[in-house]
């Protein structure tokens, strides 16, 4: 039997710290006025190693954020040897620093206060190596004692990533430095106005009104079910995907193997019905461009999804850091947002407080990856069952306090985006358009789409433009799919079919 020749590493007993350090920095703000300030905004009494040094800090935070009767804040500059020695015996704490010697044994020490920089970098690297250190016996707790190994990890990424980002709020910067990056960059625009362009979704005056999705945005795309979010989330993800970009799919909703269906009958033409129902009406003509479909999708396209629908915000972030840090991350779609569960453990929270923090959490996942997130939300059937008022009476066209069960959505959102769908009773035809309801960086508007049904897709008036195509809304304009020219003429000379617009046969 083979021994093992790891051996034991031997461990310090003793967690890194610098008493040293501490000291300066306590001596620092008892006597140097002008850096009080900026010292106490840095740090934390849980920064320091040495007890006593925490109460005395935490003394200090006191008499800095103390209030007189008339609740205005007292001047900083009241800490001071004295004062700090008052706070500590009124709290009955001065006995346990040390007594008054203590203090006066900070007071009178005479390090550089010029340096105060180099002994706060000294206590916040001992710091965060002690949290380090922390963390990795809790994970060691964690993954003796649990059987789910998803849970640990996302255990683990998360609170990692946490203390990465820990001190990295660095207070106020310069406005003027500021401006100098900002015009360098407006000159890169001007240069090459191209090099602003965010990701295009491939609806042209979509991205013309947008300049393409960012990274850091929340998009939220709201409907009423069977109106068709679904669809166009995928559509704007398969353009997306055709353009060398990484894309995520949380389907809360639909299986992988729905989406991927849907994916093969938009890319190739062939109705979703037919594949479905295994009834390709044009046989191997119908295989050839399913497999064509699939090799696009196999060698040119990196599309990953998660159908695991008790999904919560977390586990995405953990798991869309590892899919940015393995193979590049640029969209993610999350479908939809009512039917995910929260990280709060408050079951007396209320639907609308869940909801909040699910599109918090979705919005910091956004700018702590640096990538837009799409993310669906329900409408309340106030939507579909009001008439709007006013210049555009009986559209019956959503507004932002539409959205279902939290305002927050509409705060947290970058863009909110509407799908609203008008029904002619008399001819039967349905006329769809997209609504830039909310744009924090740009304008507001309607763009019409046209949904071709047969294979869940949505197309705009360039793709109409483009292809000379005439989009027939009629109910008895619907000709039938026959594999060669089912529509609008055949296939065009990007390899996508072309078929007839509309309506949605299949409901979300």
Same mark, same amino acid.
């Given at each position: ?27 620092? &703000? ?11 905004? !840095? ?12 109460? &005395? ?35 009955? +704490? ?46 060691? +707790?964690?993954?003796? +004692? ?39 960059? %407006? ?20 991205? !013309? ?9 929340? =998009? ?28 995520? &799919? ?5 299986? /992988?193997?729905? &989406? ?84 709060? !453990? ?38 579909? =069952? ?28 970058? =863009? ?30 309607? =763009? ?6 047969? %294979? ?7 793709? %109409?433009?483009?292809?000379?195509? +005439? ?20 296939? /065009? ?16």
């Amino acid at each position: 039997m083979a021994v093992s020749n790891l051996r034991k590493v031997d461990v310090p007993t003793v967690l890194p710290n610098s008493v040293e350090a501490e000291q300066d920095i306590l001596f620092c &703000i008892l006597r140097n006025q002008a850096i009080q300030l900026e010292i106490l905004s !840095k740090l934390d009494a849980e920064d320091f190693y040495q007890t006593n040094h925490a109460i &005395i800090f935490d003394a200090m935070q006191e008499i800095a954020g103390s209030t007189n009767i008339s609740g205005k804040e007292e001047s900083l500059s009241s800490i001071n040897f004295a004062t700090v020695v008052d706070c500590l015996r009124r709290n009955g +704490k001065l006995a346990q620093v040390g007594d008054i010697d203590y203090i006066l044994y900070l007071n009178e020490l005479l390090p550089s206060a010029a340096n105060y920089d180099e002994y706060l970098s000294i206590v916040k690297r001992a710091s965060v190596m002690r949290k380090l250190i922390n963390l990795c016996g809790e994970i060691q +707790k964690r993954a003796y +004692k649990s059987s789910n190994v998803e849970e640990v990890l996302s255990f683990a990424e998360e609170e990692l990533f946490r203390l990465a980002q820990y001190d990295s709020n660095n207070g106020f910067v310069s406005y003027a430095d500021i401006a100098a990056r900002t015009m360098i960059r %407006i000159n890169e625009r001007y240069v090459n106005p191209e090099s602003s362009k965010g990701i295009l979704t491939g609806f042209k005056r979509f991205d !013309k009104m947008t300049n393409g999705l960012h990274g850091g945005e929340l =998009i939220v795309l709201a409907a009423r079910p069977g109106v068709g979010k679904s669809t166009l989330a995928m559509n704007i993800a398969e353009n997306v995907a055709k353009q060398s970009n990484t894309v995520a &799919i949380y389907s809360l909703e639909m299986s /992988n193997d729905q &989406i991927v269906e849907r994916l093969l009958s938009s890319m190739s033409g062939v109705p979703l019905q037919y594949i479905k129902n295994g009834q390709l009406p044009c046989g191997e003509s119908d295989f050839t461009k399913l497999r064509n479909a699939q090799d696009t999708i196999s060698t040119a396209m990196k599309v990953f999804g998660n159908d695991y629908a008790n999904i919560r915000p977390s586990e995405i972030s953990s798991q869309c850091r590892r899919l940015k840090a393995q193979h590049g991350l640029d969209l993610i779609v999350v479908d939809y947002i009512q039917l995910m569960n929260s990280d709060s !453990k408050d079951a007396n929270q209320g639907r609308q407080n869940e909801v909040a923090s699910i599109t918090r959490a979705l919005k910091l996942i956004a700018k702590e990856l640096n990538v837009p997130v799409i993310a669906l939300s329900q409408l309340k059937r106030d939507a579909e =069952i009001r008439n709007i008022k006013g210049e555009k009476a009986g559209g019956g066209e959503p507004v932002l306090s539409d959205l279902r069960e939290s305002g927050a959505i509409e705060q947290d959102a970058d =863009i909110v985006l509407f799908i609203h769908r008008e029904q002619d009773a008399q001819t039967g035809s349905a006329n769809h358009k997209l609504i830039i309801a909310k744009h924090r960086n740009g304008e507001l508007g309607d =763009i019409p789409v046209y949904m071709l049904g047969k %294979i869940v897709r949505f197309v705009d008036d360039d793709y %109409i433009t483009r292809y000379n195509v +005439k989009a027939e809304q009629e109910e008895t304009a619907k000709p039938q799919y026959d594999g060669q020219d089912a529509v609008f003429g055949g296939e /065009n000379t990007e390899g996508e079919f072309i078929v007839n617009s509309d309506e949605n046969t299949e409901q979300e």
